[in-house]
């Protein structure tokens, strides 16, 4: 049974560049969560969705960041005309229904230079 | 504001030496506080739910316990392979986003 699976597990974007990381969630999870971690700091929640919705963004930054997860496919994080301060680790967590322990996956790890 | 606090920030254990990791929290309503560990370079790996005050859980070397204000992460005769990054997450009951404390990082020595 595979778990989270997220990709690339390493992305070097130049500033000014777009960034995409993928998340395919566990098998029969239908609940997808992205989480922020900055060097020494704690991870942060950034959105959470489900299949073709959008549930809640209250973490994410008001400009350059969407998120989607469509019908068919992994969900994607897009991170338009990065900046330095976007360099993190990216989770991504699954869950096969609301209220329930979220699975996380290995992470994408980004870096702007 | 839903909040998560955790100590010690660094722990530093012998083999065998037996300790408690702590976490407080303050939450609009306790809808679930979960631990996780994870080590370096990879993602949190779930270890218990809790859901009510008194509730316990046990896996081998680890117990977790719940107050209405904090949790503890009891290690009994830790092992070198304990060693990582504990974390605590509190979820409220009117949303799903876990809410993270910093974390307890552990280190075991032989």
């Known amino acids: 049974n595979a778990g989270v699976m997220q990709n690339p597990r390493h992305l070097v974007r130049r500033r000014g560049q777009e960034a995409r990381l993928r998340c395919s969630p566990m098998k029969g999870h239908s609940h997808v969560y992205w989480y922020r971690q900055l060097p020494e700091e704690g991870l942060k929640f950034m959105v959470y969705l489900q299949k073709e919705n959008i549930i809640d963004e209250s973490g994410m930054p008001k400009e350059r960041f969407s998120a989607e997860f469509p019908k068919e496919g992994p969900s994607i994080l897009r991170i338009q005309q990065v900046v330095r301060g976007d360099s993190a680790a990216y989770f991504c967590a699954s869950s096969p229904r609301t209220g329930y322990e979220q699975y996380f996956g290995p992470g994408t790890r980004l870096t702007v230079t | 504001e839903d909040q998560v606090t955790q100590s010690p920030e660094a722990l530093r254990l012998q083999e065998g030496e037996s300790s408690s990791l702590n976490c407080s929290y303050t939450v609009s309503g306790l809808r679930g506080l979960f631990w996780y560990r994870q080590d370096p370079g990879k993602g949190p790996e779930f270890l218990f739910t809790l859901y009510s005050a008194g509730e316990e859980k046990e896996k081998e070397r680890l117990k977790a316990t719940l107050t209405k204000k904090e949790s503890f992460l009891h290690i009994t005769a830790p092992k070198p392979e304990d060693s990582a990054t504990y974390l605590c997450?509190?979820?409220?009951?009117?949303?799903?986003?876990?809410?993270f404390g910093t974390g307890t990082r552990l280190q075991v020595f032989p």
């Open positions: 997450a509190v979820q409220a009951s009117n949303t799903d986003k876990l809410i």
